[in-house]
């Protein structure tokens, strides 16, 4: 009789299942929080978008950004991390990295080609800033990609990108309004100012703000390359339930800080960003859009007389070629020709072709030329064609509408970059170079997120079988 009481309580306890009782999530103080990519990220931000980019430490010019310093000791946390094998590289986020190793190639082959002419101090040492601002934009595709193991994180720095950019903008405002620049008055103890004459820039009647930023070009570059993700948040479900200002007050800043520059780099940036989101929304939302954008520009017409005369003005002097900028950068692309003959394919050396030596070139392509050749232009066509290939793989493989419009904000994003660095010489930069790397490898990052799940969503679901009677052990009563 034993044994068959033994049989019997053990059929009752198969019968009933314990109950799994619910986590209780504790509040984690900010002191014992886990250090992850996203909190280096975020002090990264922090230090990039709220320090004047013309900031940085005298031994290291222009790369020498407290940012930028902070990028690289968070390539450092991460390679102790990984050698430690405490965290490993997200899986389907490879192609993002060897992208970059497409430009570090062409990095190394202008450094050696540096070396193998006569070239002058100033020109090496502007060889070897150039390694380190390579060393701090693979930080950063490093830590947006491999690093980031949640998705959820992932959302958090996007929407801290977001706020602190939408900052930045409403500084530009003040500086807009006030005739000044408030980066001006910022002086930090062991900092200096690593470009020249930095000072107050008009046109027309109006003070061309900059905010944090080294430059109105740099302002209105970086905020078109993040106008995009504002968009797409503020339509976002999840964040519905959210107050209107909160969600549409970054979109609303971003968006009216850009022709606030007086430039036609942000004026394009807007057309792009608009041209590529717009047609994809429904109709509805299509044409509240176009209303919006419509009565922005009434809107600018009356509180800011004049500004849109300006902006028109620029783009019909640039039409028939009797800008004066227009006409200066003609002057300099004959200029450049000569650097390019010389040596073509690998160019004269990354970071070497200076103002301070040469000239400014205001386009990144024809920079890109003189430093790398044709290696180096053909490594940053890789970079830009990576960032579209992310959006629009992300679009494709979305199972949510909302993921669909993350994609399409990550394709506006990056063709924004590709057609305003041929007007200006975007990353010679620190905080738009920085924006845009962080978004090369936030999109990489979110594309091997939606990869995993679509192949998790496909994968067949094994059905769990209850344990049976017939396979629990049967003990029989000895006779």
Not at 79 to 89: E, F, M, Q
Not at 319 to 341: E, F, G, H, M, W
Not at 415 to 441: E, H, I, K, Q, Y
Request: hydrophobic letters at 50%.
């Amino acid at each position: 009789m034993e044994g068959v009481t033994v049989v019997r309580r053990r059929r009752r306890t198969a019968a009933r299942p314990r109950q799994a009782r619910a986590p209780t999530r504790e509040r984690v103080s900010w002191l014992n929080r886990r250090v992850d990519a996203t909190a280096i990220l975020t002090g990264y931000l922090a230090l990039a978008l709220f320090i004047p980019s013309n900031l940085a430490l005298p031994a290291l010019g222009g790369v020498g950004t407290p940012a930028n310093v902070f990028a690289l000791l968070g390539l450092l946390w991460y390679l102790a991390t990984w050698l430690g094998g405490r965290i490993l590289p997200a899986p389907g986020t490879r192609f993002v990295r060897v992208s970059m190793c497409v430009l570090g190639t062409a990095v190394l082959m202008a450094y050696i080609a540096d070396a193998m002419r006569e070239s002058s101090h100033q020109e090496v040492l502007g060889a070897d800033r150039g390694l380190i601002g390579y060393l701090v934009w693979v930080s950063l595709v490093v830590l947006t990609s491999a690093a980031m193991q949640e998705r959820g994180r992932l959302d958090v720095l996007m929407r801290r990108v977001v706020v602190f950019a939408s900052v930045v903008a409403a500084i530009g405002f003040y500086d807009f309004f006030a005739a000044t620049n408030i980066a001006d008055s910022i002086h930090i103890p062991g900092l200096q100012t690593s470009v020249a004459q930095v000072s107050v820039m008009d046109r027309g009647a109006f003070t061309r703000p900059r905010a944090t930023t080294a430059q109105p070009l740099e302002f209105a570059g970086m905020l078109a390359i993040l106008l995009p993700f504002a968009i797409q948040q503020a339509f976002d479900p999840v964040r519905r339930h959210r107050h209107v200002l909160r969600r549409w007050g970054p979109v609303l800043l971003m968006g009216g800080a850009l022709p606030l520059s007086v430039s036609r780099t942000s004026i394009i940036g807007l057309l792009l960003v608009a041209l590529v989101m717009v047609p994809r929304w429904k109709p509805a939302r299509r044409w509240a859009a176009i209303g919006v954008m419509t009565a922005s520009v009434a809107v600018f017409k009356v509180l800011v007389p004049g500004l849109i005369g300006t902006i028109t003005g620029l783009f019909a002097s640039f039409l028939s070629n009797s800008d004066s900028s227009t006409q200066a950068r003609t002057v300099k692309y004959s200029a450049i020709v000569p650097y390019l003959k010389e040596h073509p394919l690998f160019g004269r050396g990354f970071g070497t072709f200076t103002p301070d030596l040469y000239f400014f070139t205001d386009n990144q392509y024809m920079l890109t030329l003189a430093e790398m050749g044709v290696l180096g232009l053909v490594a940053l066509l890789v970079l830009f064609i990576t960032g579209i290939h992310h959006g629009g793989a992300v679009r494709r493989l979305a199972r949510t509408e909302s993921d669909r419009e993350l994609g399409q904000a990550f394709f506006a994003s990056s063709l924004v970059a590709l057609v305003s660095s041929a007007t200006f010489d975007s990353l010679s930069f620190p905080m738009f170079a920085g924006m845009f790397f962080l978004v090369l490898g936030a999109g990489g990052s979110y594309l091997g997120f939606i990869r995993r799940e679509a192949v998790a969503d496909a994968a067949p679901a094994v059905p769990s079988q209850a344990p049976s009677q017939d396979r629990l052990p049967q003990l029989v009563e000895s006779r």
